[in-house]
């Protein structure tokens, strides 16, 4: 299970569980080693309140992180070490049931700041 929505202007929350950690696990080595990666999402989830998102891209596209929305697809663009840092902080949660610290990254999206936050939930 992997979930995204926006609690609020300021904050972007990716949650999911132990099959979702292996999930995003091989989305952000995918987007590591070839510069780019997409995976289609399953659960419902909304960037806003009418604005859904059915698949998530991350991209190795340098300094400083971005956000771009466009029809229903979200993309990540990360610099290169917080996608390296990501893989390992997903592989840890797999065993050790947490992601912890819950920041990911700070985004600039159409001028604003939004701060991604990841949840881990034992629930399957």
Do not use: V, W
Not at 16 to 28: D, P, T, Y
Not at 48 to 70: C, H, M, R, V
């Amino acid at each position: 299970m992997i979930r995204l929505y926006r609690d609020d202007e300021d904050a972007l929350t990716l949650i999911f569980n132990k099959n979702g950690s292996i999930e995003l696990e091989k989305l952000f080595t995918q987007a590591f080693q070839e510069g780019e990666a997409t995976y289609s999402l399953i659960i419902e989830s909304f960037f806003d309140k009418k604005l859904i998102i059915d698949s998530l891209t991350i991209s190795d596209q340098g300094f400083p992180a971005e956000l771009g929305y466009n029809h229903k697809h979200l993309e990540m663009r990360l610099d290169r070490e917080i996608i390296d840092f990501c893989i390992m902080r997903f592989q840890q949660s797999k065993t050790g049931n947490e992601f912890f610290p819950a920041e990911i990254a700070d985004f600039d999206y159409n001028g604003h700041e939004i701060t991604l936050y990841a949840i881990f939930e034992e629930n399957d």
